[in-house]
């Protein structure tokens, strides 16, 4: 199968298309590098350089490639920003999206994915939501991922095609910038492994159900090639457990202990101050992830502990990163 991958320079899209490429299928990326990193794309993936907001690049990428199929990766994934800026923020994941799905239409692919958020679109959920649940964001960043599953919607409806939406959870794992959405264990990783300070919002007791990439790259692939009906197929992608901001800098400094202990250091990690909560921050938000679990076969695999350490492993390769 052809399977391009819009943002697939970035921290998702490109564990996705290294999976892809391993499973046999033929992938292209398109990415503006604005956030994402040419170094990710692999190198037997095509790349083309375009912001998924121009028609006409995106025009001349599906013409050349022709993909089977398409997931939509791209998007701006900064809660915060979206409340500073939201015309930006709608311009990039409402705007670019409809182009994304117009190319879809214009040249019959088959098969749409789309990347949305069960941590922006379902607004405060202490215990696992299901997707029919009452849909409350309240961020800019939530509305425009909502808009965007109704473009999705648009696309399967009214073209006849296979959509899926998934709402992610908060995704972790090597290759995440800690400047985007669910970007927490990046940043104390970052800060913890530089020896530097950092901050927890509010109390610290805020929950979050966070997923290892390599589970949402799954639920992608499987979303891709699963033998699935036309129309659209909604599911949740999260652990269905909800875990303390403060759990998570305690473990994630567990982390980086051992990282230091086996590079043959032993210097102090810092612990995180407590400074006030952020506009546009939810007190809890957890998702059930039973209906893809039913629909297919999904579930997350990966140690959450484990997964953290990959992760320190991963931020302390960086240039610039010092482990001691």
Known sequence: ?????????????????????????????????????????????AFFEADIRDAAALERVFAEFRPDAVSHQAAHASVGRSVREPAYDADVNILGTIRVVEACRRHAVSRLVFA?????????????????SPLLPKSPYGMSKLAG??????????????AVVLRYANVFGPRQDSGG???????????????????????????????????????????????????????NVGTGRNTTVNEVAARVAAAVRRQRVDAGLDSPVPTPTHGPERPGDLRANVVDPSRISYALGWKPRADFDAGLRKTVAWLAEQPGQDAG
């Not at 599953?149 to 296979?162: K, L, M, N, P, W």
């Not at 264990?185 to 800060?191: A, Y």
Request: charged share 25%; proline share 4%.
């Open 1 to 45: 199968m052809r399977v391009l991958v819009t943002g697939g320079a970035g921290f998702i899209g490109s564990h996705l298309a290294d999976r892809l490429l391993s499973d046999g299928h033929d992938v292209a990326v398109v990415d503006d590098l604005s956030t994402g990193h040419r170094e990710f794309v692999p190198e037997d993936a």
């Open 116 to 132: 949305s958020s069960g941590g922006a679109i379902y607004g405060e959920a202490d215990r696992p939501v299901p997707e029919d």
């Open 149 to 162: 599953e109704h473009y999705v919607r648009f696309f399967a409806e009214e073209g006849g095609g296979t």
């Open 181 to 235: 959405e669910g970007g927490v264990i990046s940043i104390f990783g970052e800060r913890m492994l530089a020896a530097a300070p950092s901050t927890i919002f509010g109390d610290g007791e805020q929950t979050r159900d966070f997923v290892f990439v390599a589970d949402v790259v799954d639920a992608n692939v499987r979303s891709l090639t699963a033998d699935s009906a036309p129309g659209v197929h909604t599911f």
